[in-house]
DNA sequence: CTGCCTGCAAACTCTTTGCACGAAT
DNA sequence: ATTCGTGCAAAGAGTTTGCAGGCAG
């Protein structure tokens, strides 16, 4: 999907809840959307800033949950205090994320089985699984040989 | 392993890293072995309370991550803002969570699957796993056609 | 025009921390 | 006698919310 479909989809997504569509709104949506690695709410300020310097912070944690409804945005949750968000690109829906400790990496990872694992475990609960999430907490490597990698900052 | 068992692997790891044996921190160990249930670090402080009230809210915080890094306890972050936390009973070291979104209740399922592909997917991207977690979010079948569930509070 | 949306700042929740006193070794 | 542990209260981080004014529909 492209961003200009995507922009489409937001906008739609906005009028079909009686949402109204705002600068402020479609700022934030181009700021999110112009990142290809995950990003934080401030940090999606500091873009959003940069294109219609209105923004406010409340504004970005207003529209962060009709992004992640509309899935149009992934919330990420490592536990580590701030949540991650990432445009969601096609399809990959069913996604397990790499942590890189040393790295402050985040990586994706396609897990169809995921999908599979919830609804047998849930079933046999009297469940009906909503969502799930697989995330592996990981040392990286050549940051332990060498005390530095390519992917740190 | 028995609660007695336990408590002696506490006394014993305080001791071998130097830490001293205080009555808050055995109050708070005999709060937490008395539950059977996940539990809140407020709720804990209530339950060790009950056991000595010279117990405060900052050494229960300065004591869980002791029992939790001496594999005492289970730290469990389901992104609800608290962290919940639960005696390890047995070697169930590899188990993933059912959160049941009507009823408040965390599952504990065994997943032995997960540190295999915590290790597969790591090693694909030059990093060694420390740790994984996988967790289900589902409705209650129960609580939606009748309203109400054996399990809810 | 109506009422949702906004920015601002204060409030909130959970957790951490600085300090001076108290207790374990 | 040391030195670590403690309670208290304040600080901290990230997020949410009440309010008065502003803009979309």
Same mark, same amino acid.
């Given at each position: 999907m492209?961003?200009?479909? %995507?922009? +489409? /989809? #937001?906008?739609?997504?906005?009028s079909q809840?009686?949402?109204? *569509? ?6 934030i949506?181009?700021?999110?959307f ?6 934080t709410a401030?940090?999606l300020l ?8 209105s ?5 970005v944690?207003?529209?962060l ?14 536990? %580590?205090? +701030? /949540? #991650?968000y ?8 069913? *996604?397990?994320?790499v ?14 089985f995921m ?8 079933s ?6 909503v ?5 592996v907490?990981a040392?990286c490597?050549e ?6 990698c390519?992917?740190?900052?």
């Amino acid at each position: 999907m492209s961003i200009a479909a %995507s922009r +489409e /989809k #937001f906008r739609r997504f906005l009028s079909q809840k009686g949402l109204r *569509v705002t600068n402020q709104r479609l700022a934030i949506f181009d700021a999110a959307f112009g990142r290809k690695e995950h990003f934080t709410a401030e940090q999606l300020l500091d873009y959003a800033r940069a294109i219609d310097d209105s923004v406010s912070r409340a504004t970005v944690y207003r529209t962060l949950p009709i992004m992640t409804e509309s899935a149009l945005l992934r919330e990420v949750d490592i536990g %580590s205090g +701030e /949540k #991650f968000y990432l445009p969601i690109a096609g399809n990959n829906t069913q *996604v397990a994320q790499v942590v890189c400790i040393d790295c402050d990496k985040i990586f994706e990872i396609s897990a169809p089985f995921m999908e599979w694992y919830g609804s047998t475990v849930s079933s046999k609960l009297g469940l009906t699984p909503v969502s799930q999430r697989l995330q592996v907490s990981a040392h990286c490597d050549e940051y332990r040989r060498t005390g530095s990698c390519p992917r740190r900052g």
